[in-house]
């Protein structure tokens, strides 16, 4: 079935270091993704996009990329702040005939100042 | 801020008692979804509101779920006869239309706890 899922629960990183969080999905229909960032308490937040006709797009200190051939999506974030310790979902927008997403499981990024 | 509005933020109840949760999205979304996010769980799909469109309730878990919209304002998710397993965080999130390259912008949730 379909699914979308993270390789690592939890990733560690020094304050100043670059993160990079991966995501796999199995749909090779998706045709769009996203990630967010979701603080405790609140809900998921945007952080970029990208389409399936691309296989790179940036943001401030964030970068997607996009292998359609391996169907893997990672997010980038330069220097990495502790304000951006929080749970990163990639989600997959599976078919343009429906509204809904797929999320994975997740990742934990710690910040260590 | 104009972001989506939850309410309540909290809601306790006992087992067998029906629950009604309320989402006001971002003005001029035509698009409206619910999501369920299990404790330390991605989001998983419950349903969706596009305009005028019959909704897509394919990911409503049993018939004790169910969901309304008036126009393209106001939605709420009732949970019938409520079980230990319902509790979970009720995201709601709405887009401009329904369809790829919208991103979903999320309001902060309902964490319900059924005792």
């Known amino acids: 079935g379909e699914s979308v899922g993270l390789h690592l629960p939890t990733l560690s990183v020094q304050e100043g270091d670059n993160s990079i969080i991966n995501c796999a999905y199995s749909n090779s229909a998706s045709d769009y993704f996203i990630w967010y960032k979701q603080e405790s308490g609140k809900g998921p937040q945007f952080i970029i996009d990208?389409?399936?006709?691309?296989d790179k797009r940036q943001g401030q200190r964030v970068t997607v990329l996009l292998n359609k051939t391996v169907k893997h999506l990672s997010l980038q974030i330069a220097a990495t702040q502790p304000g951006d310790s929080a749970v990163y979902f990639c989600a997959e927008h599976g078919s343009s005939n429906t509204g809904k997403l797929i999320f994975g499981q997740g990742t934990t990024l710690q910040v260590k100042p | 801020g104009a972001g989506v509005s939850q309410s309540p933020s909290n809601k306790v109840t006992e087992k067998g008692k029906d629950v009604e949760l309320r989402c006001d999205p971002i003005s001029g979304h035509t698009a409206l979804y619910w999501y369920r996010q299990r404790l330390g769980q991605g989001l998983e799909f419950l349903i969706y509101?596009?305009?005028?469109?019959?909704?897509?309730k394919s990911g409503l878990p049993s018939d004790r779920f169910s969901a309304e919209r008036t126009g393209e304002s106001v939605s709420t998710l009732t949970i019938q006869r409520t079980q230990q397993e319902d509790s979970a965080v009720y995201l709601c999130?709405?887009?401009?239309?329904?369809?790829?390259?919208?991103?979903?912008?999320f309001g902060d949730g309902t964490r319900l706890s059924i005792l």
């Open positions: 999130a709405s887009s401009l239309v329904s369809v790829s390259n919208q991103p979903q912008h």
């Open positions: 509101f596009q305009g005028n469109s019959a909704p897509d």
């Open positions: 990208i389409r399936s006709n691309m």
